[in-house]
């Protein structure tokens, strides 16, 4: 699940895209500018992604947290084969630079987690998905059409060894939401 993570954090660095005329980042998606500059956007692009929920918490001034005192969003993703929890922001990283976190594991982190993001209490759920969120499906005949069936498949071929069988998936499945580039002479 990290790796994972990981490679759609790292996808969602590469394609920003700028707007110089009014100064902001925006990822394009199916036509339409979602702006980077907004904590929230890039949870959910997290969230519609692998599913969990976005939460935040609105303060006017809390000491209690390090990141956004003001107010902040983020992802929690859950691993559903491992029951463990990811705390995912990749605005506070990758955007805003408040961090130098941008993927935390909630039990192994919980210390540093209350640290920068203060109490769970006092979080808010701002957004959900169902962990199993169906996304666009490539035909592959293994797989159930959804980021964790991909997600189980591999990990099932890479475990038994059979990787190969799955390498097209995988491949498909890293690169979900990246944006398609036409062929040259296509």
């Known amino acids: 699940m990290k790796l994972l993570l990981e490679n759609y954090l790292g996808m969602l660095c590469r394609t920003i895209k700028y707007h110089p005329a009014e100064g902001r980042s925006y990822w394009l998606v199916n036509g339409q500018e979602i702006d980077c500059g907004r904590c929230t956007h890039g949870a959910r692009r997290i969230v519609d992604a692998f599913g969990g929920r976005v939460v935040g918490y609105a303060h006017a001034d809390d000491s209690r947290v390090k990141i956004s005192p003001h107010g902040h969003d983020f992802a929690l993703v859950p691993d559903v084969a491992t029951g463990d929890v990811w705390l995912v922001d990749w605005w506070a990283a990758h955007f805003a630079n408040e961090s130098e976190h941008d993927l935390l594991h909630c039990t192994r982190s919980a210390a540093l987690i209350h640290e920068l993001y203060g109490p769970e209490a006092s979080w808010e759920t701002v957004y959900s998905r169902q962990p199993n969120a169906t996304l666009p499906h490539n035909g592959c005949p ?20 059979l990787i190969a069988k799955c390498k097209r998936e995988l491949k498909n499945l890293l690169q979900l939401t990246a944006p398609t580039q036409p062929r040259p002479g296509a």
């Open 142 to 161: 293994v797989c159930a059409g959804n980021v964790y069936g991909r997600v189980q498949v591999a990990l099932h071929y890479a475990d038994s060894g």
